[in-house]
């Protein structure tokens, strides 16, 4: 969370928006993200309906779900996915920001 606050903007300059989903429910995720100021959607998801559809792992000797991160299109299209292996497996900033300027660019070459 940490690294998304930290480059927040850079994902605002590319027209994307970030929502984090977790599995706690309405209480819970709203006190998380006011004490952590955090800038970004935060979407509570406690029966995992949403986290089963992105295909989520569950890996309980690793204490839990497993990071996964999602890019999807304005046509809501999801154009990349990851799915981490521990907790610490999670695409740099760069890959995600790269990734997203070449769906601008595509785009870009649509609409012209």
Same mark, same amino acid.
Do not use: C
């Given at each position: 969370?940490?690294?998304? #606050? #930290?480059? *927040?903007?850079? *994902?605002? %300059? ?6 984090? @989903?977790? /599995? ?7 006190? +998380?993200?006011?004490? &952590?100021?955090? /800038?970004?959607?935060?979407?509570? =998801? /406690? =029966? &995992? !309906? @949403?986290?089963?559809? *992105? ?7 690793? +204490?839990?779900?497993? /990071? ?13 996915? &990851? *799915?981490?292996? !521990? ?19 595509? =785009?870009?070459? @649509?609409? %012209?």
């Amino acid at each position: 969370m940490a690294q998304l #606050r #930290r480059d *927040y903007q850079k *994902y605002k %300059d590319r027209d994307a928006e970030v929502i984090v @989903v977790g /599995p706690e429910g309405a209480d819970q995720f709203r006190a +998380f993200w006011k004490e &952590h100021d955090l /800038p970004f959607i935060g979407l509570p =998801n /406690p =029966n &995992h !309906s @949403v986290l089963k559809l *992105y295909g989520q792992q569950i890996k309980i000797f690793k +204490f839990g779900r497993m /990071p996964a991160q999602v890019i999807v299109d304005r046509q809501g299209l999801a154009r990349f996915v &990851h *799915y981490g292996d !521990s907790m610490s497996d999670i695409p740099q900033t760069k890959e995600m920001l790269e990734i997203l300027d070449q769906l601008n660019q595509v =785009n870009e070459a @649509v609409i %012209d």
